[in-house]
């Protein structure tokens, strides 16, 4: 494939799986490590050059092109979000949503694919305009069982099957929560459940939906806490001025789910957000939150993407026991053995972790 042309094999997984392929050879797979938009430079046409970046360090970097108004929004273009390398643009005129695979740094710069989903209907007393953000359940929109969920900011969370759409029979299924403590989260698919979860504000419950089988009443899972740190009283003075979300997190490998709490902080004269603390707790089937300090080979992404975690081990300069952290204007990570925060904060032209994406090509006997 044209995109590995350049590139050091350090740059991707070690221990690649073989597949069944035809025509007298193998097909091996390789996955590319979790990466980010490091910057973008205009290059005509309403297009942008990105570059991407697979670490911190100074390793080669690709670079692509992408149209300029999923990068640098205008008013009748916003992304909104992003699962799987997947982004999702909402058409203010229009009410409608776009998925697309141009930020992908492994999709075609010639050919790139864009889904259009049905236009969006608004359920009495709630509003379509602001999104809280997108999730897939499964790695491409154009598989069959894919269901692509939309949270919005107040009661109203969105489903459609958009391998329905590319027939055009695909149509917005519509729920309103009832409950307001998950007003403002953000959705995640389980894999492990084979449902769409959200976590109330606060971290006190966690909502599942089986939308996969149009199941719209949710299950509720309420939280116990154990383990908690002992936090000084400065600690706390720092934690209770800050801005708190919550984020659920699953380990594809383990089969782990981790509620992760960011603590963040307005600097700069409310120009920008700063990172101040992470807390971690793995729940339990039974609603037990334990706090914990070691993830073991994990690392967790957290960003404007639906986060998600890899084996450390699996890719280059990837440290285990991190949670790294990718917003508007901050870039973090937060080492959870002794809580110490590494970073800088800068204008983010994309903040979306891009999780690592498969590519397939040919080896010859």
């Known amino acids: ?185 953000r959705v995640m698919f389980s894999k492990e459940l084979n449902m769409f979860r959200i976590p109330g504000a606060g971290g006190q419950i966690i909502g599942s939906w089986d939308l996969c089988k149009d199941q719209h009443t949710p299950e509720i899972l309420v939280l116990r806490y154990r383990y908690l740190p002992e936090l000084s009283e400065a600690e706390r003075e720092v934690m209770d001025t800050c801005f708190t979300t919550e984020h659920l997190v699953e380990s594809q490998s383990t089969g782990e789910t981790f509620l992760v ?26 609603g037990n939150a334990l706090y914990t300090q070691d993830i073991g080979d994990l690392t967790i992404f957290i960003s404007k993407s639906e986060a998600f975690c890899v084996r450390a081990s699996s890719f280059p300069d990837v440290r285990p026991n991190e949670v790294y952290i990718l917003e508007d204007t901050e870039i973090a990570f937060f080492r959870l053995a002794d809580s110490d925060i590494s970073g800088h904060t800068k204008r983010v032209v994309a903040p979306y972790f891009i999780p690592p994406q498969n590519i397939e090509y040919q080896v010859w006997d």
């Open 261 to 286: 709490k960011c603590f963040r902080q307005s600097v700069g004269g409310g120009t920008s957000w700063e990172t101040k603390a992470v807390m971690v707790f793995r729940v339990l089937p039974l």
């Open 1 to 185: 494939m044209s995109l590995l042309l350049g590139y050091s094999p350090k740059l991707f997984i070690r221990k690649p799986v073989l597949v069944r392929a035809s025509g007298g050879g193998s097909s091996s797979l390789v996955q590319t490590p979790p990466c980010f938009i490091l910057g973008a430079d205009p290059c005509g046409a309403d297009h942008v050059l990105l570059e991407y970046a697979y670490s911190m360090k100074n390793h080669p970097r690709l670079r692509k092109k992408a149209p300029e108004q999923l990068v640098y929004n205008d008013a009748e273009v916003t992304t909104i979000g992003s699962s799987h390398g997947w982004v999702a643009s909402l058409m203010h005129g229009v009410g409608t949503l776009c998925l697309h695979d141009d930020l992908n740094p492994v999709a075609s710069d010639a050919n790139p694919k864009r889904i259009l989903l049905p236009p969006l209907v608004t359920v009495p007393h709630c509003q379509t305009q602001i999104v809280t953000n997108v999730s897939l359940s499964s790695p491409s929109p154009e598989d069959e069982d894919c269901v692509v969920a939309v949270k919005f900011l107040g009661p109203q969370l969105s489903y459609c099957r958009p391998s329905s759409a590319l027939g055009s029979k695909s149509k917005w299924f519509n729920i309103r929560i009832a409950n307001p403590s998950f007003f403002s989260s």
